[in-house]
């Protein structure tokens, strides 16, 4: 599959953002990774990329700076004279040489790269987790680029989504997004807009979680278990409180509840034949747990996706970012077995969680080119449960 896109891209530079390099069994499976990475070299040597880069964070016995992303780079042979890629020791761009090399131990020492793990009290409630970014620069005749990969933090509990803070996890995405952003302003002299940037990664942006469930629970009133009273699992921060309750019998709008202080275990919205809310032959539509979003048609999220696609709000967060309209299904979360690689997983609710991310330059650059890309790949074929998303487009320099 990825053989095909680089083939029908025809591409005269690649850049190719990993995240969680070595799987989710990292420590038992990350010896693989060598051989992996040298199949594609092979490959991509075979379509005529004989010079390429490769930067993998693969030293996890350093738990304060591991944060498994890798970043690859592909030149065509055609291509290479005028590509140079940026020192930041020396603050130089440099010639490359006509070779594949692989980096993937000391690159907090490497001249051509940055990276960073994110600092570990931006998520202090959780366990730390290999989140972080990697950035390298490289210039195509007088153009410098700035290529950017991400990994921002995931959603932990639904639950927690729902009855402790619906801005919970969003809010430390944005927290770590601009220090991201913030490190490239300081490394580009306070001028976030002074060449083309691409930010590349597993965003883990989620859905308005609110706006979303009440469009596909339409008619339907909730009900919980729960156990014992106890105080709240996780601190509501900002000032928000829960916003979750059952239907007002007069709305199908979810109100603000009061002050949270049992343990719910599971949500669950029922529909009667009659909309009557006592009704004991009511079905339930979605059963929500802490990783568990079971609706009742899932295929349907899935065929029917351009109905909730406006609820993809976080990325408004960040306005001096751009993007091209989005006209492929969410990204995540897709089933990990090969028999259902066409369906999602009911685990979490569907997002769009990897994306590709820029400045106004960069968008300006792109818009140049009518025939330009946006689309995820790997739709019919199990890639694990995020689906690969790419951006292609021609530029004359």
Excluded at 297 to 317: A, F, I, P, S, T
Excluded at 380 to 388: L, W
Aim: net charge negative; charged share 25%; hydrophobic share 35%.
């Amino acid at each position: 599959m990825f053989g095909v896109v680089i083939k029908e891209s025809n591409a005269h530079f690649i850049a190719i953002h990993m995240q969680e390099v070595g799987g989710k069994n990292f420590e038992e499976c990350i010896s693989q990774v060598p051989a992996f990475l040298n199949h594609v070299a092979t490959s991509m040597h075979e379509m005529g990329y004989s010079t390429g880069r490769a930067y993998l964070d693969l030293e996890f016995d350093l738990p304060e700076s591991y944060n498994a992303l890798g970043s690859l780079f592909f030149i065509n042979d055609v291509t290479l004279p005028r590509i140079r890629q940026y020192d930041f020791i020396t603050k130089q761009f440099v010639k490359l040489e006509k070779v594949f090399e692989t980096y993937d131990r000391g690159l907090l020492k490497c001249r051509m790269l940055r990276k960073a793990k994110f600092p570990k009290d931006f998520w202090p409630t959780v366990k730390w987790g290999r989140k972080g970014y990697m950035h390298c620069r490289f210039r195509i005749d007088q153009t410098v680029f700035d290529f950017v990969n991400v990994h921002l933090f995931h959603d932990e509990s639904n639950i927690a989504l729902i009855h402790e803070n619906p801005a919970l996890y969003s809010e430390n995405r944005k927290r770590a997004l601009n220090f991201v952003l913030n490190e490239l302003k300081r490394v580009n002299e306070d001028d976030m807009h002074s060449c083309p940037l691409f930010l590349f990664g597993d965003l883990n942006f989620r859905l308005d979680l609110q706006s979303f469930l009440n469009r596909i629970t339409d008619d339907a009133d909730l009900r919980e278990d729960s156990t014992e009273s106890t105080q709240s699992s996780i601190c509501s921060t900002d000032g928000y409180g829960d916003f979750l309750t059952a239907n007002s019998p007069n709305t199908n709008e979810l109100k603000p509840m009061a002050d949270f202080r049992r343990t719910v275990s599971a949500i669950e919205f029922r529909r009667s034949p009659d909309n009557s809310t006592s009704n004991i032959r009511s079905s339930c539509i979605l059963r929500i747990e802490k990783k568990l979003f079971d609706y009742f048609n899932h295929k349907r999220l899935l065929n029917e996706w351009q109905g909730y696609l406006e609820d993809d709000r976080e990325v408004h967060n960040f306005p001096y970012l751009r993007e091209l309209s989005i006209n492929f299904p969410p990204t995540y979360p897709w089933s990990e077995n090969p028999d259902e690689s066409e369906s999602l997983m009911k685990t979490r609710a569907p997002a769009w969680c990897d994306r590709v991310l820029m400045n106004s330059r960069a968008l300006e650059m792109v818009k140049r080119d009518k025939f330009a890309k946006y689309d995820s790949f790997g739709k019919d074929v199990c890639m694990g449960d995020h689906k690969p998303v790419m951006l292609s487009f021609s530029m004359i320099l």
